[in-house]
């Protein structure tokens, strides 16, 4: 199979399937022997046409005489990946982007559209790439590929100078963070992940920040309440020299296994990974003296990675903030007097992050906001992120 041929299959699966974009191409790439320069060409197709779906497809639609939509599938997804080539990898040739698409077409249930494909996809080459006037209502809609509802969302939360800085940092490639023996890092080659040395875990460097709030010391109890896959329990565990206990938790015997697997590679005893309902409090478990609660959120911060969340409608998120206020209620339970609880998401969304914060502070007495942080994306070159640090007790 081809290296195009497998961008299109799983841009296929992506759209028909409403799949995360990540786990498709993990997954096409764990069946497929790709390596080197295939296996960048192939990530970088099927994320780069997720994420640049609305420029393609306005210039695109100035050459076809229906809307895109109206497409079968296969052809509306050969065009977008001829188009992508054309308009924002440099190094590919336009005859070969061009011929290779016309192939495709004929391979995939998408002969009776070859010409077109042809024709469009040279219209293309030949003028460039287009945007709309810049007072145009779509102007950033199309030039950001986002649409104009969550810009206006990043707008009205946090003004256009910092909404335009997270646009900004949303397209392109995205730098890859780790931690080795405790160090945080930047993996300068991030192809091979699979070929890292074992003590080396990948984190995105907002998710230490968010471990390293959290200030946990050797000797203590922590809790990490949505654990899986692990990567801030192993962080926590190094910050705390692997001396204590860290206890961690997730809804699923196979996430558990992630955790425990990880742990094991890492050389980390003191992690204690077992199945656990973060909305359902378990007095067996006893107290901790710091807790981490990193909730299930809309994952706004991390549009650069996930490029297919931006699609989603913002509506789809207002049942979380419930959900995540109730896993608060249930994490501030297990905490020991004078202790700290991080309240934290991948979100950019104050609904979801300040908001519940609020509502917990109005709630329940005897705690403090000690710290509140939201990560911009522009700011520190990584995913966008909150995090509150909350303490208990008359020390608070």
Known sequence: ?????????????????????????????KNNNLEGADKAFFTSLVYGVVERKLTLDFNLELYLTQPLKKLRPEARNILRLGAYQLL????????????????????????????????VLRKISTNGLRLPKEDADNYLEIKYSCPSELINHFIN????????????????????????KGVGLVVLDP??????????????KASQLCCEALDPKPGETVFDMCAAPGGKSFTIAELMNDEGVVKSFDLYDHRVKLINDGAKRLGLKIIEAKVGDAEKYDESLGLADRVLCDVPCSGLGDISRKPEIRYKKITDIDLLPSL????LIK???????NGTLVYSTCALNPSENEQVVKRFLDENEGFKLKEQRTIFPQDEDCDGFFYAVLVKGDNA
Not at 12 to 24: F, G, R, T, V, W
Not at 96 to 113: F, T
Not at 331 to 337: G, H, I, Q
């Open 88 to 119: 924002f990898m440099d190094k590919i040739p336009a005859h070969a982007a061009i011929n290779e698409s016309v192939k495709l077409a004929k391979k995939n249930k998408a002969q009776y559209a070859a010409g077109l494909i042809n024709a």
């Open 324 to 327: 995540q206020y109730n896993i």
């Open 1 to 29: 199979m081809t290296t195009r041929q497998l961008a299109l299959d799983t841009l296929l699966k992506i759209e028909q399937n409403d799949a995360y974009s990540n786990l498709s191409v993990a997954g096409a790439l």
């Open 191 to 204: 192809e091979n992940l699979s070929n890292l040395p074992n003590d080396i875990h990948i984190q995105d």
């Open 157 to 180: 939360s946090y003004g256009e100078e910092k909404a335009i800085g997270i646009l900004e940092h949303a397209n392109g490639p995205q730098k890859i963070y780790g931690r080795q």
């Open 331 to 337: 994490s501030a339970r297990y905490l020991k007097e």
